[in-house]
T-cell receptor, first 110, second 112 residues
């Protein structure tokens, strides 16, 4: 069966520090991969999606970036965090039908 | 640009009541529609997926309908239980079929 792992689960970072959130999927190949952000009082916002290795589409202009170095690995990064980057970050995958989410990463920028 | 709206934003009901959650979307050219459940501080769990060619899907006490022409979907929960308390999210995938666009959710509270 397929599983999705996302880490770290929680982190507190100072403004201006770098960020790296990692997501891996097991049990499937060539999945579509997604990063979403859920800020307080707002809906889920699609940040990036990828349909293959090295193929990244950005939905929202921001100081975040994403990379897909391997088929089942998706990384969300920032060189310098802003206060507004605080939120709940969710990685997800789909094979074209149902989408499956990881448990999420809580990021607090202080 | 596709927009998804969910009404109401919050709902409180006593245990045992049947209830309906509403979802509307602005562009009817969708690939599919999915309902999710999110418990506080957790990720999302898929409840039901309706393809654009379907009109409804059922799973246990849950029934989701889709009226693509009017841009509406409903999630019906029968005989609600306290364990149903959570936020319910609706999301649509456009015919490009790449990513889901979410509504802001309906937070349901079922009291015993």
């Amino acid at each position: 069966s397929q599983t999705i792992h996302q880490w770290p689960a929680t982190l507190v970072q100072p403004v201006g520090s770098p960020l790296s959130l990692e997501c891996t999927v097991e049990g499937t190949s060539n999945p579509n991969l997604y990063w979403y952000r859920q800020a307080a009082g707002r809906g889920l916002q699609l940040l990036f999606y990828s349909v293959g290795i090295g193929q990244i589409s950005s939905e929202v202009p921001q100081n975040l970036s994403a990379s897909r170095p391997q088929d089942r690995q998706f990384i969300l990064s920032s060189k310098k965090l802003l206060l507004s980057d605080s939120g709940f970050y969710l990685c997800a995958w789909s094979g074209g039908g149902t989408i499956y989410f990881g448990e999420g990463s809580w990021l607090t920028v202080v | 640009k596709q927009e998804v709206t969910q009404i109401p934003a919050a709902l409180s009901v006593p245990e045992g009541e049947n209830l309906v959650l509403n979802c509307s979307f602005t562009d009817s050219a969708i690939y599919n529609l999915q309902w999710f459940r999110q418990d506080p501080g957790k990720g999302l769990t898929s409840l039901l997926l309706i393809q654009s060619s379907q009109r409804e899907q059922t799973s246990g006490r849950l029934n989701a309908s889709l009226d693509k022409s009017s841009g509406r979907s409903t999630l019906y929960i029968a005989a609600s239980q306290p364990g149903d308390s959570a936020t319910y999210l609706c999301a649509v995938k456009d015919q490009a079929g790449t990513a889901l666009i979410f509504g802001k959710g309906t937070t349901l509270s079922v009291s015993s």
